[in-house]
Nanobody
Framework: QVQFVEAGGGLVQPGGSLRLSCEVS????????MAWYRQTPGSRREWIAL???????IYKDSVQDRFTISRDVDKNTMYLQMNNLKLEDTAVYYC??????????WGQGTQVTVSS
């Protein structure tokens, strides 16, 4: 069973930066397309950035040029560098495969709050 542990969230002012991490266990991390997702209350969880096994990346328009997804295969860890954060980036951030691996639970997520 694949497990995901997200970390790195927090409270930050608009324009600030955060770096999220996602530790993955129980899967062949290097061969799997991974993604960062986020969810706000009352909204559907959506992917915002993904990275495939060749490190090819795709971003949603809302985070393009501000967020950078990366992976460290040796550490089975994925990252999301978030710069120039905006109020609308406030959400709980999750990681998973893309499409999501529904054989097991999502991780607990990490809360990102952008507020002045």
């Amino acid at each position: 069973q694949v497990q995901f542990v997200e970390a790195g969230g927090g409270l930050v002012q608009p324009g600030g930066s955060l770096r999220l991490s996602c530790e993955v266990s129980g899967s062949v991390f290097s061969d799997t397309t991974m993604a960062w997702y986020r969810q706000t209350p009352g909204s559907r969880r959506e992917w915002i950035a993904l990275i495939d096994s060749r490190s090819y990346t795709i971003y949603k328009d809302s985070v393009q040029d501000r967020f950078t997804i990366s992976r460290d295969v040796d550490k089975n860890t994925m990252y999301l560098q978030m710069n120039n954060l905006k109020l609308e980036d406030t959400a709980v951030y999750y990681c998973n495969t893309h499409p999501p691996d529904l054989r097991g639970p999502w991780g607990q997520g990490t809360q990102v709050t952008v507020s002045s």
